[in-house]
């Protein structure tokens, strides 16, 4: 069981930066892939960005160039930092771990923290 906590959500204007950071409890942190989604009302959750237990990372096309996924490891935390943030940023972002376990994919997700963006 994985319980994720994030936290460094806010406000900001047009073009500023925010930096979120999720905390992870239970063991095997380094085995799961970890990332980030975010949803705004009557949308469905979309994907943002993703690090692999190898370290590889891979971004929505709508982020990449501005947002950086990384991970430690040895402290059990994912961050996501957001640069040059835009109106259509705002969303509550989740915090997002999985692991393939007996074939089957399992997921786990944090309570979420508001990203709001003003123009």
């Known amino acids: 069981q994985v319980q994720l906590v994030e936290s460094g959500g806010g406000l900001v204007q047009t073009g500023g930066s925010l930096r979120l950071s999720c905390a992870a409890s239970?063991?095997?942190?380094?085995?799961?892939?970890m990332g980030w989604y975010r949803q705004t009302p009557g949308k469905e959750r979309e994907w943002v960005a993703s690090?692999?237990?190898?370290?590889?990372?891979s971004y929505a096309d709508s982020v990449k160039g501005r947002f950086t996924v990384s991970r430690d490891n040895a402290k059990n935390t994912v961050a996501l930092q957001m640069n040059s943030l835009k109106v259509e940023d705002t969303a509550v972002y989740y915090c997002?771990?999985?692991?393939?376990?007996?074939?089957?994919?399992?997921?786990?997700w944090g309570q979420g923290t508001q990203v709001t963006v003003s123009s």
């Open positions: 690090a692999t237990n190898g370290n590889s990372t």
């Open positions: 239970g063991s095997m942190f380094s085995m799961y892939t």
């Open positions: 997002h771990s999985q692991i393939l376990i007996g074939g089957r994919w399992v997921h786990y």
